[in-house]
Nanobody, 122 residues
């Protein structure tokens, strides 16, 4: 069982930046793909980004491409989501996810974190 703990959420003004972190507990984690989803009130969960186990491949949703960047540090069992130029419509609960590969992580990843709230004020 992979346990995921997100951190770094909070309140930020429009145009600002936040960096989310997700620490994984599983020793075999470095061989998994990692990613991020979000869910805004009244909306479906939305895929944002994913990164391969070795960090060489990444995939982004069009809605965040050019503003968000995913990265990972396998030595720390941690994946990051750098979010820049934040907009009020980015307000949501952000979830860290894990799956076997970047090809299968969207739309139904195997493991989910508990989520962290991001609120962008106008």
């Amino acid at each position: 069982q992979v346990q995921l703990v997100e951190s770094g959420g909070g309140l930020v003004q429009a145009g600002g930046s936040l960096r989310l972190s997700c620490a994984a507990s599983e020793r075999t984690w470095p061989t998994y793909a990692m990613g991020w989803f979000r869910q805004a009130p009244g909306k479906e969960r939305e895929f944002l980004a994913a990164i391969s186990w070795n960090g060489r491949s990444a995939d982004y949703a069009d809605s965040v491409k050019g503003r968000f960047a995913i990265s990972r540090d396998n030595a720390k069992n941690t994946v990051y989501l750098q979010m820049n130029s934040l907009k009020p419509e980015d307000t949501a609960v952000y979830y860290c996810v894990v799956d076997y590969s970047i090809a299968t992580i969207n739309p139904n990843p195997r493991y989910w974190g508990q989520g962290t709230q991001v609120t962008v004020s106008s």
